[in-house]
């Protein structure tokens, strides 16, 4: 089992963008899904977007459809989060995921890697 570090977190206003990056290391496979999530304080952990291996399939939650995009690049091990018009409701520490199980996308405990997590902060 590999590791994953994000960057990219940090604060904008209201409107602004943001990228995460998420580095995968020491895997001796290329991991089926990679996915990001976000946890804001008080509240569970939520599936953002996850994309496939070979980028073949990416999958969104509504609210932030055709404001984030996720990409992947396997040359380089990273998958990104490109996040534009961003809200308050955004902030929240975001967290890559990677190697999905029998579950579904956003389903956190189907996850068998995390990094440790980057904070986005939007402010109005």
């Known amino acids: 089992q590999g590791q994953l570090v994000e960057s990219g977190g940090g604060s904008v206003q209201a409107g602004g963008s943001l990228r995460l990056s998420c580095v995968a290391s020491g895997y001796t496979y290329r991991p089926n899904y990679m996915a990001w999530f976000r946890q804001a304080p008080g509240k569970e952990r939520e599936g953002v977007a996850a994309?496939?291996?070979?980028?073949?399939?990416?999958y969104y939650a509504d609210s932030v459809k055709g404001r984030f995009t996720i990409s992947r690049d396997s040359a380089k091990n990273t998958v990104y989060l490109q996040m534009n018009s961003l809200k308050p409701e955004d902030t929240a520490t975001y967290y890559c995921?990677?190697?999905?199980?029998?579950?579904?996308?956003?389903?956190?405990?189907?996850?068998?890697?995390w990094g440790q997590g980057t904070q986005v902060t939007v402010s109005s």
């Open positions: 995921a990677a190697d999905l199980g029998r579950g579904s996308w956003n389903q956190a405990h189907e996850y068998n890697s």
């Open positions: 994309i496939s291996a070979g980028s073949i399939y990416t």
